[in-house]
């Protein structure tokens, strides 16, 4: 079966402090991967996906994700985390198709940012 | 460019009340385009897409139902709303390589 696990519900840093949010992936086919987030009472906005290539890609905001295909993950990371990162923040899975906005999301990790 | 219109943003409605929330997008044409829901403390589901006027997927079986009646508006309804409809509800479309969201509407069914 499809499915995206996040198994961090709620992570909480401090400010200046790296993070590392995790997502494992099970897919039958080479997915399409993402990274969103969402700010309280808001919509989703992209951090970053992968498609195929360099398996560590680039985002806004200084966020960036390496995939694993060996280990079926899609980790993200931020050198140095901001107050203004607080936010809940889902992985998703998509497949290569015309389809681009199926997607199978992951139940989110809540990110809480300490002064 | 591209832009996502969702309304209403918050909504209070009675239980066995009916729905409707409207999607429309902007500098596009023939989008896919798709409705979402986030239920407290858990991720987003898909609950329905469509690709094309009159053409709609369910992907769980729900109280709602979903209508394409132009190329760039999508409808989510009800004819009459559970307690479990509450949630936060949630339009997009999809580009080539990636969906866009809108601003969401919050649910509440009291």
């Known amino acids: 079966a499809q499915s995206v696990t996040q198994p961090d519900i709620h992570i909480t840093v401090s400010e200046g402090a790296s993070l590392e949010l995790r997502c494992n992936y099970s897919?039958?086919?080479?997915?399409?991967l993402f990274w969103y987030v969402q700010s309280p009472g808001q919509g989703l906005q992209l951090l970053l996906k992968?498609?195929?290539?360099?398996?560590l890609v680039q985002g806004i905001k200084g966020f960036e994700a390496e995939f694993k295909r060996s280990q079926s993950s899609f980790n993200l990371r931020k050198p140095s985390v901001h107050w203004s990162d607080a936010a809940e923040y889902f992985c998703?899975?998509?497949?290569?198709?015309?389809?681009?906005?199926?997607?199978?999301f992951g139940q989110g990790t809540t990110l809480q940012v300490k002064p | 460019s591209q832009t996502i219109h969702q309304w209403p943003a918050t909504l209070v409605q009675p239980v066995g009340s009916p729905l409707s929330l409207e999607c429309t997008v902007e500098?596009?044409?023939?989008?896919?385009l798709y409705w979402y829901r986030q239920a407290a403390g858990r991720g987003l589901q898909l609950l329905f897409y469509?690709?094309?006027?009159?053409?709609i997927s369910s992907e769980v079986p729900q109280n709602l139902s979903a209508s394409r009646p132009q190329d760039r508006q999508f409808i989510l309804s009800s004819k009459k709303l559970l307690l479990s409809d509450s949630g936060f509800y949630l339009c997009?479309?999809?580009?080539?390589?990636?969906?866009?969201f809108g601003q969401g509407t919050r649910l509440t069914v009291v």
């Open positions: 997009a479309w999809s580009g080539q390589t990636e969906a866009f």
């Open positions: 897919y039958g086919a080479t997915p399409y």
């Open positions: 992968y498609f195929s290539g360099d398996t």
């Open positions: 998703a899975v998509g497949g290569r198709s015309s389809n681009t906005g199926k997607l199978i």
């Open positions: 500098g596009t044409s023939n989008p896919n």
């Open positions: 469509s690709v094309g006027i009159g053409q």
